[in-house]
Structures are given as structure tokens and as C-alpha cells.
């Protein structure tokens, strides 16, 4: 198959053959299993065509040429504005920031929004299992504005403890309430649908990290009336150094920007400046044109497989892997079970240290996370200091679900668990 060719029902091969990378092998005679999707996805031909274009024949700055390159370049950067806000249904190309990942996504609200906001008195919620990226920048802020951050626990089987978010909800001055989308870890799925309305029932707005729900499932941030949505490119087949910020309108156009240089203004004088529109207020300097035009290309190529398919053959994938996980001796896997859960895995496999067996696995020629990724104060709450990770994408198979459980057996006698 080229990377021309539309595939227009579910047939997991055709998916793997616009993935070059998944048909090298890992080691001599050993073929690679990437079961490490939540860390980073691979990139289909369609992805690296737009980069290799980009660079082979229009390769120009946006916004700031009359010559035809930098014409060009700019219609399909804005252009992908254009498929992102139709991808997660936004109602303006102008609630679409582009920003490096999630990271940058989030630390942008808590320096603008948050700066502008948040008070001695004031409360952000958070939740026990978020990544870092969702904990520190309140943190810094919190240090320097004088807010409370509280956070909500989690049940035993590693999904929110609503009640609680209901109480503090009650007793608090909440201003913001930023939770993730779908545990990288747990693989939990939030009903973060239900989070908005109780939140927004107090007045509080709400930030939703969708990091690991967007590549993974349909996104409506209308429907979901999200005050704020961050993602990452990288993690939904488009490039690295990309991501987005979505945010209501009204929100955009009250915060003050953050960063400043070219691009973000109207007018420069020595004396002051004066801000451009949305989106670019927030766009300062050269973007990262080449990736937001392959991001657009990522998008291009998940709509036209089906987020609802992808989501359904995932499904599919990680409820086999939860059966198959838990019939291995001595193994534990973190979460609740595959109906609450996106495509993650993550496990203590007995008393074998998480990075033994990520390194046991990559012999076999699979490729898994082992660590705390960047959830310590979750690993704290179960009382690990790392899990092995296992996730799951679009042109994951059974079949390599079931090497991995082989590979562990193999894991088991090498270790005597
Ligand atoms: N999680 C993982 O292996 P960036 O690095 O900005 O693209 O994404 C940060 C991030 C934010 N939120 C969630 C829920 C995430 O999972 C991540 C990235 C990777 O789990 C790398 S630590």
C-alpha cells in the first residue's frame, strides 16, 4: 500500500504497512513490537511525506513573505488550524493555539490565565494521578500567587473519587479544576463530562489534559464545553515540537499573552506595544511550521480511518491484553478494568524491578516504558516506586499481545517469580 492509498474499513494490516518503522527488526532476526505508544506514537508514510514536502519544496517563514514559498507554507500551516478545529469540533480557527506539546499547553493557561486569576484564597483542584506537566506549573504559580492546590484521590480501583471532588467543590473558592483526560499510567478514563458540569455549576473553569484521550478516541470540545483542552502532536502520529492549546474564546481574548516577540503583536513602539489577534497573541516567533503541517496530516489520516474505529479495534486490543495480563503468575496490573480504561497497561510483574523487565522485553524485541512516568505522586499512592508499561495504538495486534505475554513467561524463569 502507498501513502496515497485510503483505507476505508478497519483492516489493522493496512494501517501497519503506512508505518515504516514497525517492519524493521529490533534486533538481528528479532521484529519490533511498539507497545510504547503513550510515551510516543510512530509516524505513517502520509506524516513523513508532508515533513520531507515541506522541506523539498516550499520550505519558507508564515505570516511574513509576499513571495510565493511563504505563501504557500502559510496555507497549509493555517490550514491545519483549519483540520484541527474541525477534528476536535472548536467553533473558531481562533481557539486553536499551537504550542511545542502538552506541556507548553498547560504552562501557557497557568501563566496567563492563572497569573491574571488566581489569588491567596483561591483553590485549584487536581487529581492524585497526574503527570507532572498538570501538577508542577499550578505548583510554581501557587508558590509565587499564594492559591491552595487540593487533589482529588482516587478509589481503589484507580478511578476518581467523585464524592470527594463533590465535597471540595462545596467547601472551597474553587477557581480551576485541571484533571486529566485518560491516565497515562491507570489508563483510567475520566468523566470529565461530568467534572465540567459540577465545576462549572460553582463558577470554576475547567483545563482538561487530553494527552492520552485524543489520539485515541473522538473529541467534541463543544460537547464536552471544555474552558481549555491540551494534546501533543507526537503521541497521535504527527511529529514531535507540536502540540495545541484549544480554549474558549472569551477566555483567549481576556488573557494577557506570554510570550512576546514578532508575530503576537499589532504595533511595537518604544514606549509599548499593542497585541495581535487570536490566535497568533499567543503564537510568538517563528512557529514550528513543518510539524503543525504534518500534525495537520496526522489529522488528515486519523479522520479518514475513524476515530470510532480506532477507538472500538483499541478496545478490542486492550481488553485481550487485560485477560491475557492477569493470567500471568505474580503479575498485578494498575487500573480499573478494560470498560473504564484506554490503552494502557501498566504492571509490577512480582518482585522483578520495572526496568529489568522492560530490558528483558527489549531483547525479545518489544518496546514498553518502565519507570514512574512522570506520575511520582501517583506511584507514592500505590506504593511503587515503578511499573512496567504497556500501551496500545491503531496498528497494535493480538498476536503481539500474545508475544508479550510469551516474553514475560520467559521474564518469569529468568527471575524464578
Ligand atoms: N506522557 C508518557 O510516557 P508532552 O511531553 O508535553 O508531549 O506531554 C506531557 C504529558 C501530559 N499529560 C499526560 C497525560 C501525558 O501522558 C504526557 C506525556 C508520556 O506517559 C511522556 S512522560
Same mark, same amino acid.
Given at each position: 500500500?502507498?501513502?496515497?492509498?485510503?483505507?476505508?474499513?478497519?483492516?489493522?494490516?493496512?494501517?501497519?504497512?503506512?508505518?515504516?518503522?514497525?517492519?524493521?527488526?529490533?534486533?538481528?532476526?528479532?521484529? %519490533?513490537?511498539?507497545?510504547?505508544? /503513550?510515551?510516543?506514537?510512530?509516524?505513517?508514510?502520509?506524516?513523513?511525506?508532508?515533513?520531507?514536502?515541506?522541506?523539498?519544496?516550499?520550505? /519558507?517563514?508564515?505570516?511574513?513573505?509576499?513571495?510565493?514559498?511563504?505563501?504557500?507554507?502559510?496555507?497549509?500551516?493555517?490550514?491545519?488550524?483549519?483540520?484541527?478545529?474541525?477534528?476536535?469540533?472548536?467553533?473558531?480557527?481562533?481557539? !486553536?493555539?499551537?504550542?511545542?506539546?502538552?506541556?507548553?499547553? !498547560?504552562?501557557?493557561?497557568?501563566?496567563?490565565?492563572?497569573?491574571?486569576?488566581?489569588?491567596?484564597?483561591?483553590?485549584?483542584?487536581?487529581?492524585?494521578?497526574?503527570?507532572?506537566? @498538570? $501538577?508542577?506549573?499550578?505548583?510554581?504559580?501557587?508558590?509565587?500567587?499564594?492559591?491552595?492546590?487540593?487533589?482529588?484521590?482516587?478509589?481503589?480501583?484507580?478511578?476518581?473519587?467523585?464524592?470527594?471532588?463533590?465535597?471540595?467543590?462545596?467547601?472551597?473558592?474553587?477557581?480551576?479544576?485541571?484533571?486529566?483526560?485518560?491516565? #497515562?499510567?491507570?489508563?483510567?478514563? #475520566?468523566?470529565?463530562?461530568? $467534572?465540567?458540569?459540577?465545576?462549572?455549576?460553582?463558577?470554576?473553569?475547567?483545563?482538561?489534559?487530553?494527552?492520552?484521550?485524543?489520539?485515541?478516541?473522538?473529541?467534541?470540545?463543544?460537547? %464536552?464545553?471544555?474552558?481549555?483542552?491540551?494534546?501533543?502532536?507526537?503521541?497521535?502520529?504527527?511529529?514531535?515540537?507540536?502540540?495545541?492549546?484549544?480554549?474558549?474564546?472569551?477566555?483567549?481574548?481576556?488573557?494577557?499573552?506570554?510570550?512576546?516577540?514578532?508575530?503576537?503583536?499589532?504595533?511595537?513602539?518604544? *514606549?509599548?506595544?499593542?497585541? @495581535?489577534?487570536?490566535?497568533?497573541?499567543?503564537?510568538?516567533?517563528?512557529? /514550528?511550521?513543518? *510539524?503543525?503541517?504534518?500534525?495537520?496530516?496526522?489529522?488528515?489520516?486519523?479522520?479518514?480511518?475513524?476515530?470510532?474505529?480506532?477507538?472500538?479495534?483499541?478496545?478490542? $486490543?486492550?481488553?485481550?491484553?487485560?485477560?491475557?495480563?492477569? *493470567?500471568?503468575?505474580?503479575?498485578?496490573?494498575?487500573?480499573?478494568?478494560?470498560?473504564?480504561?484506554?490503552?494502557?497497561?501498566?504492571?509490577?510483574?512480582?518482585?522483578?524491578?520495572?526496568?529489568?523487565?522492560?530490558?528483558?522485553?527489549?531483547?525479545?524485541? $518489544?518496546?514498553?516504558?518502565?519507570?514512574?512516568?512522570?506520575?511520582?505522586?501517583?506511584?507514592?499512592?500505590?506504593?511503587?516506586?515503578?511499573? /512496567?508499561?504497556?500501551?496500545?495504538?491503531?496498528?497494535?495486534?493480538?498476536?503481539?499481545?500474545?508475544?508479550?505475554?510469551?516474553?514475560?513467561?520467559?521474564?518469569?524463569?529468568?527471575?524464578?517469580?
Amino acid at each position: 500500500m502507498t501513502a496515497d492509498t485510503q483505507i476505508k474499513t478497519y483492516d489493522v494490516e493496512a494501517v501497519r504497512q503506512n508505518f515504516p518503522i514497525l517492519h524493521q527488526e529490533h534486533h538481528p532476526g528479532v521484529p %519490533l513490537i511498539y507497545l510504547d505508544n /503513550a510515551a510516543s506514537s510512530q509516524k505513517p508514510l502520509q506524516v513523513i511525506e508532508a515533513l520531507d514536502n515541506y522541506y523539498r519544496l516550499y520550505n /519558507a517563514n508564515v505570516h511574513r513573505g509576499i513571495h510565493k514559498l511563504s505563501e504557500a507554507a502559510t496555507s497549509a500551516y493555517e490550514g491545519a488550524r483549519l483540520k484541527i478545529r474541525k477534528f476536535i469540533n472548536a467553533s473558531s480557527k481562533r481557539e !486553536i493555539i499551537f504550542t511545542r506539546g502538552t506541556t507548553e499547553s !498547560i504552562n501557557l493557561v497557568a501563566q496567563t490565565w492563572g497569573r491574571a486569576n488566581l489569588k491567596p484564597g483561591d483553590v485549584v483542584i487536581s487529581t492524585i494521578m497526574e503527570h507532572h506537566s @498538570n $501538577i508542577v506549573p499550578w505548583q510554581i504559580l501557587a508558590a509565587e500567587k499564594g492559591f491552595t492546590i487540593r487533589y482529588i484521590p482516587i478509589l481503589p480501583d484507580g478511578t476518581l473519587d467523585m464524592e470527594a471532588l463533590t465535597a471540595l467543590l462545596r467547601s472551597e473558592s474553587v477557581k480551576l479544576v485541571t484533571v486529566m483526560h485518560v491516565s #497515562n499510567v491507570l489508563g483510567t478514563i #475520566n468523566p470529565v463530562e461530568e $467534572i465540567i458540569q459540577k465545576a462549572h455549576a460553582v463558577g470554576a473553569l475547567v483545563l482538561i489534559d487530553g494527552a492520552q484521550s485524543i489520539p485515541h478516541m473522538p473529541i467534541d470540545v463543544q460537547a %464536552l464545553d471544555a474552558d481549555f483542552f491540551a494534546f501533543s502532536g507526537h503521541k497521535m502520529i504527527g511529529p514531535t515540537g507540536v502540540g495545541v492549546l484549544y480554549g474558549k474564546r472569551a477566555h483567549l481574548e481576556a488573557m494577557p499573552p506570554w510570550m512576546g516577540g514578532g508575530d503576537m503583536i499589532s504595533s511595537v513602539r518604544l *514606549e509599548g506595544s499593542t497585541w @495581535n489577534d487570536l490566535p497568533y497573541k499567543f503564537e510568538a516567533g517563528t512557529p /514550528a511550521i513543518a *510539524e503543525v503541517i504534518g500534525l495537520g496530516h496526522a489529522v488528515d489520516y486519523l479522520t479518514e480511518l475513524g476515530m470510532d474505529k480506532i477507538h472500538a479495534h483499541e478496545q478490542t $486490543i486492550t481488553e485481550y491484553a487485560l485477560d491475557r495480563l492477569t *493470567e500471568v503468575p505474580g503479575l498485578t496490573v494498575f487500573g480499573p478494568d478494560a470498560s473504564k480504561k484506554g490503552a494502557v497497561a501498566a504492571f509490577q510483574f512480582g518482585d522483578i524491578h520495572a526496568h529489568d523487565v522492560a530490558q528483558l522485553l527489549d531483547a525479545q524485541g $518489544i518496546a514498553v516504558r518502565a519507570g514512574h512516568h512522570c506520575a511520582m505522586p501517583l506511584h507514592e499512592h500505590l506504593k511503587v516506586s515503578a511499573t /512496567a508499561r504497556a500501551s496500545f495504538y491503531l496498528y497494535n495486534t493480538t498476536s503481539e499481545v500474545d508475544a508479550l505475554i510469551e516474553a514475560l513467561y520467559k521474564a518469569r524463569k529468568t527471575f524464578n517469580v
